[in-house]
């Protein structure tokens, strides 16, 4: 299996024999793909500030955060506050909780396109909320998205995520390359009647990190609009971005927006926010779109996520920005010393690893899976956390004592997956 494995499965038995015992109830052992990898995952028994201590209580420093989600990383002392407070005085009923409307209030007044918000448990369901309110103004069914983008789980978009993916679905999505902005006019030019809307990242997070170009979000919003489609705008991970989202610094005013993630501060949240005239398919007086969910708006998600929102200040995104730029430049200098082929793609906080000097390929079409997840399992070893595809996340409260000690791990991780490739070749 190799020394890297070898020495994973030697310091981790409990999370061995963690996850035999939750196969035994769970397919597969979990309930989130992207929290599986093999030989197998960690299970965490705690989390505070950037630290994770797993079932044999050994330390980790995250740097994944929940895949973006946590911008103020675990157990933030003010989230924790109003949590606590909030439970003590239940956590859900049928009713309005004022938590909502203060949510609410911040976001539109941070983001110029939101006139209104509706609230969802997660970025799955903002995905298909956003879509019914497309299909309900329009009249249409398809969608047209990015190729290897993703908007959540609802299969219009998962063949778009993993073409090939269950084929019966093709038929309802329409497929643009990803800063192309030619394929998306063409596709609009000759399908656009039968498309509802068009749905981008800013910031393509599953994909590796791409950023889109401002010329292609205008393009394509113009070419939208003028089939009569809406144009859909998916910042759940790229919000963290600018106190205003990714929209903000591309100056774009999207007709809706999906939100998740950092808005509900470590906590079930999504959300789909738009003009007035949109969102107005829900009105009780004349309701063209039923929506409701047990959760959605919960008193405790929206607690939270209102921290978690005030707290992301331009000055603490301008901090992350610096540090993630710091290391950045710190994996690719040790990069370079071991002669190890190392790109990253980077948007403020947020950046992913590739192992090719070349320029990264299209998102979804990797030649350094063997690499990566070496240098995965060897950063675990070292007590490092990144995503199994290489992206990388910070947090307000990381500061250049960590980011040089998460470079000094990584750096570890990457002199043992050099010395076992060395040794496989």
Same mark, same amino acid.
């Given at each position: ?7 994973? /499965? ?19 052992? #979990?309930?989130?793909?992207?929290? %599986? ?29 929940? %895949? ?34 203060? &949510? ?16 969802? #448990? ?40 993993? =073409?090939? $993916? ?7 999505? %329409?497929?643009?390359?990803? #800063? ?7 596709? &609009? ?20 990190? $791409? ?67 949109? &969102? ?17 708006? #919960? ?41 190890? =082929? ?12 590739? $192992? ?9 079409? /990797? ?9 995965? &399992? ?48």
């Amino acid at each position: 299996m190799g020394k890297i494995v070898d020495t994973y /499965r030697e310091l981790t038995p409990g999370s061995a024999a963690a996850q035999v015992r939750a196969e035994r109830g769970v397919v597969g052992g #979990n309930s989130r793909g992207a929290a %599986y990898w093999k030989p197998y995952p960690l299970t965490i028994q705690r989390a505070v500030g950037t630290t994770l201590v797993d079932v044999d209580g050994r330390e980790y420093t995250d740097m994944v955060n929940n %895949y973006t989600a946590l911008a103020h990383s675990h157990a933030y002392p003010p989230i924790v506050e109003a949590v606590t407070r909030q439970v003590a005085k239940g956590t859900s009923w049928v009713a309005n909780n004022v938590w909502q409307a203060e &949510l609410a209030e911040l976001l539109i007044e941070r983001i110029p396109a939101l006139e209104s918000v509706r609230f969802t #448990n997660s970025g799955s369901e903002a995905g298909i909320l956003a879509l019914t309110i497309a299909r309900a103004i329009t009249g249409r069914s398809k969608v047209l998205m990015a190729r290897h983008g993703y908007h959540g789980i609802l299969m219009e978009y998962e063949v778009g995520s993993f =073409p090939g $993916f269950m084929p019966h679905w093709q038929d309802n999505t %329409y497929l643009g390359n990803y #800063n192309d902005a030619d394929s998306f006019e063409e596709i &609009l030019a000759e399908h656009g009647d039968e498309i509802a809307a068009v749905v981008l990242e800013p910031v393509m997070g599953a994909g590796g990190v $791409f950023t889109a170009t401002s010329e292609f979000l205008r393009r394509v919003q113009t070419a939208a609009n003028a089939a009569g489609a809406l144009f859909i705008l998916d910042e759940v991970i790229s919000f963290r971005l600018s106190e205003g989202g990714a929209q903000a610094l591309y100056r774009i005013e999207p007709d809706l927006t999906m939100l998740g993630k950092v808005i509900g501060g470590g906590y079930p949240v999504g959300a789909v926010g738009g003009k007035l005239a949109h &969102l107005r398919v829900f009105d009780p007086a004349a309701a063209k779109v039923v929506h409701s969910g047990t959760f959605c708006g #919960n008193p405790v998600s929206m607690a939270a996520g209102l921290v978690s929102v005030r707290h992301l200040t331009s000055e603490r995104i301008e901090r992350m920005d610096q540090l993630a730029a710091r290391l950045a430049t710190g994996l690719t200098a040790h990069a370079s010393n071991l002669s190890l =082929p190392l790109s990253i793609k980077r948007n403020g906080s947020l950046m992913n690893v590739f $192992f090719t000097t070349d320029e990264p390929r299209a998102p979804g079409r /990797r030649e350094d899976a063997q690499v990566m997840h070496l240098f995965f &399992l060897a950063a675990l070893n070292h007590g490092l956390v990144v995503a199994p595809r290489g992206l990388i996340s910070l947090s307000t409260v990381m500061d250049e004592g960590l980011v040089d000690n998460v470079v000094r791990r990584a750096a570890a991780a990457m002199e043992d997956v050099v010395e076992e490739w060395t040794a496989e070749i």
